[in-house]
């Protein structure tokens, strides 16, 4: 989409193995979405889709935080704990469209025995808050291969830093915060 710049970072685990991840936010969406006789209608001013598009060779243990939000004109990726230790990271405000990459390292603090309950996401360019509404949970056990994820959806607070050194506000920013562990 032309002037709309997305995030894309090489994450190396080692000489031969690395992930390559595309997070592409606040993308605009539009059209209809009908559920039996309930139809609902996306307005490109107020919706919006996040792409998330990844290649490589992942670790066969792997646990990772990220989260996501989109307002008109903002928004904001966040990650952590996949990344820690490489040199990569997959942080970033996006105003207008453009980029402003965060090269820090985060601090994820959430409940692990309430999901519900405020998380906080900081750093040196980053003091969110994220407000979960609703938990979805993913579980799968299969002895040698296992995924479980805590996805939360709800409303961001606080404030990122752009490149310039200014301030921008968070505050009503509509997305997501997960904790994932998988083994593949």
């Not at 996306?42 to 889709?49: I, L, M, P, R």
């Not at 990220?66 to 966040?78: D, I």
């Not at 453009?98 to 959430?110: A, F, N, S």
Request: charged fraction near 25%; proline fraction near 4%.
């Amino acid at each position: 989409m032309p002037g709309h710049d997305s995030l894309g970072v090489v994450v190396p685990w080692g000489r031969r193995r690395f992930q390559y991840t595309v997070k592409d936010l606040g993308r605009p969406v539009r059209g209809r979405l009908t559920l039996g006789s309930r139809e609902v209608t996306f307005d490109a001013s107020d919706s919006f889709a996040v792409l998330d598009h990844g290649r490589g060779k992942w670790r066969y243990s792997v646990s990772w935080n990220w989260a996501a939000g989109c307002a008109p004109g903002r928004a904001v990726q966040l990650g952590g704990r996949w990344t820690d230790g490489t040199g990569s990271t997959e942080n970033a405000l996006f105003v207008d469209g453009r980029m402003h990459k965060i090269g820090d390292d985060l601090v994820w603090e959430y409940d692990r025995t309430d999901w519900l309950r405020p998380w906080r996401i900081t750093g040196p360019r980053v003091e969110a808050g994220f407000h979960p509404a609703h938990v979805r949970t993913a579980r799968t056990n299969l002895l040698v291969v296992s995924g479980d994820t805590r996805q939360c959806f709800g409303d961001f607070t606080g404030r990122a830093q752009a490149d310039d050194g200014t301030w921008v506000d968070l505050d009503g920013l509509t997305g997501w915060a997960e904790e994932a562990r998988n083994r593949w």
